[in-house]
């Protein structure tokens, strides 16, 4: 079993910054793809970010391109999610994913494991 914990949402105005932390327990993640998703109020979770495992390479959903960066510290078990040049769009309660393979999904039901989310709201 993997436990997953967000933290680092909050409040920020539009053109802010927020750093999102996913520190996970239970198992070495190091190996494991991990993912960010997202879910305003009365849409479906979407896919926002992913970094495979042994590759480390990353992908991103194209709304947030070239504002956020995924990143893992495996001596730390941890997952981030730099969000800079906030919008008003990027409000949502925020979840981080590990699914048990190295290699990323953009499917919420490839993922075993989920964080409870972490709320990011952007006001204009």
């Known amino acids: 079993q993997v436990q997953l914990v967000e933290s680092g949402g909050g409040l920020v105005q539009a053109g802010g910054s927020l750093r999102l932390s996913c520190a996970a327990s239970?198992?070495?993640?190091?190996?494991?793809?991990m993912a960010w998703f997202r879910q305003a109020p009365g849409k479906e979770r979407e896919f926002v970010a992913a970094i495979s495992g042994d590759v480390m390479s990353p992908s991103y959903v194209d709304s947030v391109k070239g504002r956020f960066t995924i990143s893992r510290d495996n001596a730390k078990n941890t997952v981030y999610l730099q969000m800079n040049r906030l919008k008003p769009e990027d409000t949502a309660v925020y979840y981080c994913a590990c699914r048990p393979w190295s290699n990323y999904a953009a499917s919420p039901r490839s993922y075993d494991y989920w964080g409870q989310g972490t709320q990011v709201t952007v006001s204009s």
């Open positions: 239970g198992r070495i993640i190091g190996s494991y793809a």
